[in-house]
């Protein structure tokens, strides 16, 4: 069986592979390992194979391992990610534990995490996420939407507009993921003409991830391939 150190490299290969064969550094993609329902003792094994940036879905799992790393050695310098839909009764958890919020699709998110940020930490960064295959089940804002939102939330202080973040729908075919994939960098490259601070388009998964780095994605989002298949009944 693979152990997570070894998944991390397998995982830090294809990255690399996809990036060259697309002709991109390799260190322009970040990987965020995403550890939703997986216990500290799985986070420590990546943590100790060198990986620094956690993703979390669901509020208060994230903070109870975000608290639990704080007081270890090793939590030092970690970065989490909160990845999940945010409601609003959660947000104050958010804008006082998590550095980064993927998943900005209303103003009143925005104002509340920018309201509840602490004054000791830096602004929080934030992305706007893009339902870019308009499906009903997902949550974010439709393309037509972004420039409004972006200039609204782009204009609170104690939040940074880092980007964009997007799941597409399931797509096995690879040129058909690179369409979508495609769709997304350009939105993005338009507002980061708008917005010179925002640098991070957050779109691939295990299944997606070569097109998704072809595509210009700076940030890949992965948990299966590294800590294995989710048990959602614990």
């Known amino acids: 069986m693979n152990t997570i150190q070894q998944s991390l490299q397998n995982v830090r290969s294809r990255i690399d592979a996809a990036a060259q064969g697309c002709e991109r550094l390799p260190e322009e993609v970040v990987l965020l390992a995403v550890s939703k329902t997986k216990p500290v003792e799985a986070i420590a094994e990546a943590i100790a194979a060198g990986q620094r ?67 000791g930490l830096p602004p929080l960064n934030v992305l706007i996420q893009i339902n870019i295959s308009d499906e009903q089940s997902k949550s974010g804002i439709v393309l037509s939407e972004l420039p409004a939102l972006a200039t609204a939330v782009a204009a609170l202080p104690n939040i940074t507009l880092r980007g964009l973040m997007a799941i597409p729908a399931p797509e096995d075919d690879y040129q058909r993921q690179l369409v979508v994939f495609r769709k997304m960098h350009d939105a993005f490259l338009a507002l980061k003409h708008c917005s010179p601070q925002v640098d991070t388009l957050s779109m691939g998964m295990t299944d997606d991830m070569v097109a998704a780095i072809a595509a210009g994605s700076t940030m890949v989002r992965i948990g299966t391939a590294i800590f294995g298949a989710r048990d959602y009944t614990q």
């Open 53 to 119: 940036a956690f993703g979390e879905n669901y509020v208060q799992e994230g903070v109870d391992k975000i608290q639990y790393f704080a007081q270890r050695p090793e939590g030092a310098d970690l970065e989490w990610h909160f990845i999940g839909p945010l409601q609003s009764n959660k947000s104050k958890l958010v804008a006082e534990h998590f550095a980064w919020c993927h998943t900005i699709d209303r103003l009143r998110i925005a104002q509340r995490l920018n309201e509840q940020r602490p004054s």
